[in-house]
Antibody, heavy 119, light 105 residues
Framework: QVQLVQSGTEVKKPGASVRVSCKSS????????FHWVRQAPGQGLEWMGW????????NHPQKFRGRVTMTRETSTTTAYMEMSSLRPDDTATYYC????????????WGQGTLVIVSS | DIQMTQSPSTLSASVGDRVTITCRAS??????LAWYQQKPGKAPKLMIY???SVESGVPSRFSGSGSGADFTLTISSLQPDDSATYYC????????FGGGTKVEI
């Protein structure tokens, strides 16, 4: 069973960057893909992409290419999502999620990290 | 990109009612569909995968069906704890979610 624990709330100014971490425990880290899914207040779920924890390969929908970087650190079994050029409409709860197969269902979820972008 | 459309967006029902939520994909997704339950302030929870396989630990009143581009989530006898928002997700081609259905009791 995998447990995912995310970093805490972030408050950023427009134009800044944010990095959110997702610490994995309970199973072999490199067996999984780590995804990021965000949810604006009162809105639905939006998939942002994945990082293959074994190879470091990433996949993002076009909307996030160039502004979002997903990485992982195998020594600390932690995945990261960094977003640059933040805008107020990036205010959302950011979830990490893990699965075995990349484009697959999400078996495990972190608790979410609230990112607030406001001047 | 595959678009996922859920209906209704909100439904109100009583304890014991049979409830059905629909999810339609913009093209066939060959059964590569999951359903999640999300309660306020919590992460989504996987309920159904491969359109009709029930995740371990999920109550038997939850079931999924469908094929091609049309899918349903059914709660056979609604319970107070089922009050939540439900999302479908396709993973046939990339990943995308439906807009959600809020179930009120």
């Amino acid at each position: 069973q995998v447990q995912l624990v995310q970093s805490g709330t972030e408050v950023k100014k427009p134009g800044a960057s944010v990095r959110v971490s997702c610490k994995s425990s309970g199973n072999t880290f490199t067996d999984y893909y780590f995804h990021w899914v965000r949810q604006a207040p009162g809105q639905g779920l939006e998939w942002m992409g994945w990082v293959n924890s074994q190879t470091g390969d990433t996949n993002h929908p076009q909307k996030f290419r160039g502004r979002v970087t997903m990485t992982r650190e195998t020594s600390t079994t932690t995945a990261y999502m960094e977003m640059s050029s933040l805008r107020p409409d990036d205010t959302a709860t950011y979830y990490c999620a893990a699965n075995y197969g990349g484009n697959d269902r999400f078996d495990y979820w972190g608790q979410g990290t609230l990112v607030i972008v406001s001047s | 990109d595959i678009q996922m459309t859920q209906s209704p967006s909100t439904l109100s029902a009583s304890v014991g009612d049979r409830v059905t939520i629909t999810c339609r994909a913009s093209r066939h997704i060959n059964g590569w569909l999951a359903w999640y339950q999300q309660k306020p302030g919590k992460a989504p929870k996987l309920m159904i995968y491969m359109a009709s396989s029930v995740e371990s630990g999920v109550p038997s009143r939850f079931s999924g069906s469908g094929s091609g581009a049309d899918f349903t989530l059914t709660i056979s006898s609604l319970q107070p704890d089922d009050s939540a928002t439900y999302y479908c997700q396709q993973y046939y081609s990339s990943i995308s979610f439906g807009g959600g259905t809020k179930v009120e009791i």
